[in-house]
């Protein structure tokens, strides 16, 4: 009876201790483990990157703005610069159009004698409003979302995809 006793009171320590050992474990693992996949879990967050002050954008003609972003790609923040043409027809309403073709991602050059869109690589042709007119590109430029705050636009990263 007694050898049983000191059994189970051995089988409680070592429980005890594997316990103790499994708390302190999971106390210092969670916050290192989040420590090492915090910085890829904000891995393409959405935001707001300031284009220009509305004074540089030009009425009815797509102007092109290069503002560099950094976008912090797991543990890689990485600097670049984005193509954005901003389009106005009355000064209220701003389209922010990406210059990166949707056929293999040329960049696209506007054509103000033709009021088009050109992609050199393969001859995609674009219309004013980002729609395709001709060529292999199989959508519209990607467009961004805007805002105004203080005279200045703002566009959302990353652009949307909208299919034709
Ligand atoms: S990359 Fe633009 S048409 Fe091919």
Known sequence: MKKHEDISRRDAMKMAISLFGGLIGTTLGIPAVAYIIGPALKMDKANWIRV?????????????????????????????EVGIFVLTEDGRDYHALSNICTHLGCHVHWIAEREQFLSPCHNGVFDKHRYVVSGPPPRPLDEFETKIEDGNLYIQLPAIKRAS
Do not use: D, M
């Open 52 to 80: 220009n002050s509305l004074s540089a954008i030009e009425l009815e003609t797509p102007t092109l703005f290069k503002p560099r972003v950094t976008r912090q790609n797991g543990w890689v923040a990485e600097e670049e």
